[in-house]
Every structure is written in C-alpha cells, then in structure tokens.
C-alpha cells in the first residue's frame, strides 16, 4: 500500500498540469468508480470505497466529487483531519459544489476549526436562495462547535500564569 504522504504529493504534482489534459475516456472511468465507491459508502465497505476513490483521482486529479466522497471516507475511517483536507482540495476544483460545502462545514465544526467551518457555511448560504433548512441546521452546529470552543478557554489563573512570564 502506498503511504498517505506519497498519494498527496503526487496529486499536487498532477493536479495543476493535468487536470484539463484528462481524455474523456479517463474522465468516464473516474466518474465510474466514483458512482462504485458511492455504494461502497453506502454498504459501509469504506476501505474498498477509499480503494476505488485512489484509482478514481488517478485517472482524473481534476474530479472534485472524488476528493470529495475521499474526504467522507477518511473521516468514516478516523481521519477527520484528512478528510477535510480531502473535501477542501475537491472545493478547490468545484467551489460551489453543495455536497463538499456541507462536508466542509460539519468536518470543520467537528474539528473546532471555526474559521473554515464559517467560510464554508457562508459559501453554502450563498448557493442555496430559497427554503434551505439544511444550512439552519449547518449553522445551528457551528454554533454549537463555537459554544464548545469558548469553553476550552484557559482558567483566569492558567491566563495570569501565561500573562505574567
């Protein structure tokens, strides 16, 4: 098996280059495995979804659903952190794709990365006008994340320990 670092490395080294360069026959077998790594998920065989989502964004860097669903599966498998880092780099190809905006919010909550959460939270809002309840619920749980995060504040005695060095 591949190691994590070296998969990444190589992404951002196609990426760029490549990601217009994609014949339509790579394209196609992507977008397959992608819908086969959907129902993967979807019968909780995540390592044969992870499998297949490799396979996928080799043979299209460019596939933003794929970095996507990868981010879903990483943090299915324990890996919240790369799973945002997954769903961010498929929001880079596709910054309006709904799916990854609401991934990116709740991965980002989860993780009390405020900043990200609120961006990707803003960014929904912006692509969903009308009767969205689903970005209320997104809010509602950053909300909840910022609540958590302004309990983790350092006691006024630890502050005046610090304060005083």
Known sequence: ???????????????????????????????????????DISAARNAEANERLDLALVADPGNARAFVLKGQVQHLLGDTSEGLRLVSIGLQIDPIMREGLVLQTRLASELGNLIVAEAALERF?????????????????????????????????????????
């Open 1 to 39: 098996m591949v190691p994590k670092t070296l998969i990444s490395f190589l992404f951002l080294l196609v990426l760029p280059g490549t990601a217009l360069a994609v014949s339509d026959a790579y394209q196609s077998l992507s977008m397959d495995l992608v819908v086969k790594a959907e129902d």
């Open 125 to 165: 809002r912006q692509i969903c006008k009308t009767n969205c309840s689903e970005a209320d619920q997104l809010g509602a749980l950053v909300e909840t994340a910022r609540g958590a995060d302004d309990g983790d504040t350092p006691s006024d005695s630890a502050s005046a320990t610090i304060d005083g060095e």
